[in-house]
């Protein structure tokens, strides 16, 4: 799993049909001093807004995450981070 922040919400009306109810977003990647590696699109199926720490599966887990391996799916928020705990 990935550690990431939301920054924006995508809309897209010409896709894919199986991705039609998605919600997309863009996320940065985060290191574990949570500094920014990069960003990644993923479908939301947390609820996860703008300015939110999400947990992000990828690949098959995301699509299980889905419920059907048939979508074109390949990051996923699989749940938004209420707080973290450093022991």
Not at 32 to 54: H, M, P, R, S, Y
Not at 65 to 84: F, K, L, R
């Amino acid at each position: 799993m990935l550690l990431g922040k939301v920054t924006d919400s995508l809309w897209s009306t010409r896709k894919d049909e199986k991705l039609n109810g998605w919600k997309f977003m863009m996320v940065d990647i985060l290191n574990q001093e949570e500094q920014k590696q990069g960003f990644i699109i993923a479908a939301d199926n947390a609820g996860a807004g703008i300015g939110d720490k999400v947990l992000i599966s990828q690949g098959n887990a995301a699509r299980i995450s889905a419920e059907n391996p048939e979508v074109p799916i390949d990051a996923m928020i699989v749940g938004v981070i209420d707080a973290a705990e450093e022991e």
